[in-house]
């Protein structure tokens, strides 16, 4: 089946710093892809729209300086939090979906993020 | 606006019954329906998906859901349930850009 890889998992940095967190699909090529955002006991809240060689559309309230998205192939998109704060620890997941209105979204694990 | 509902926060039920976690839709056109299933620390696992054609639909791990458009839900269904399968379920709806649900969480007691 499709699958999809997001590293790191797992990362806990100082405030101020950047982070950039990697999702490629392994098996199949994703025209687009979808960033998310979860907090605890919520559901997903999409951030993005990342589409191949052109520049990702941002939901309502998400700065687009803060969350850099780069979708330079059909099998990666980055996320860069830029000078990250405590405010942003959250968990973040990548999907990427197969060019065709049926095909559905596959996720990554995820990465959760603490700013120390 | 395309919009969808699971009104349990949690669901349980005993190893060996049948389950049964609510969704309800509400959108313009032809739904594009998914379930997704979400483990601890993890993303989310494609269920199943109605897109056309027959109302009730199998998906991954003998889970079906049952697309009704009359009452506009798409519930999922097993008929009888594992401890394993106690997870965070997700309703989605749309096409491209797709709307979750607040999450279903299902507790199956041994």
């Known amino acids: 089946g499709a699958v999809v890889s997001q590293h790191p998992s797992w990362v806990i940095c100082k405030s101020g710093t950047s982070v950039k967190i990697e999702c490629r699909s392994l098996d199949f090529q994703a025209t687009t892809m979808f960033w998310y955002r979860q907090f605890p006991k919520q559901s997903l809240m999409l951030m993005a729209t990342s589409n191949e060689g052109s520049k990702a559309t941002y939901e309502q309230g998400v700065g687009k300086d803060k969350f850099l998205i780069n979708h330079a192939s059909l099998t990666l998109s980055t996320l860069t939090v830029t000078s990250a704060h405590p405010e942003d620890s959250s968990f973040y997941i990548c999907s990427a979906k197969a060019p065709g209105v049926d095909q559905p979204q596959h996720f990554g694990d995820g990465t959760r993020l603490s700013i120390l | 606006a395309q919009s969808v509902a699971q009104p349990e926060d949690q669901v349980n039920v005993a190893e060996g019954n049948p389950l049964t976690v609510k969704c309800t839709y509400s959108v313009s056109g032809n739904p594009y329906l998914f379930w997704y299933v979400q483990y601890p620390n993890r993303g989310l696992q494609f269920l199943l998906k109605y897109i056309t054609g027959d109302n009730l639909v199998k998906g991954s791990y003998g889970f079906e859901a049952e697309f009704n458009k009359s009452q506009t839900s798409f519930h999922l269904k097993k008929p009888s349930a594992l401890v394993s399968d106690s997870a965070l379920y997700f309703c989605?709806?749309?096409?491209?850009?797709?709307?979750f649900g607040k999450g279903t969480r299902l507790h199956i007691l041994p």
């Open positions: 989605a709806v749309g096409v491209d850009k797709i709307i």
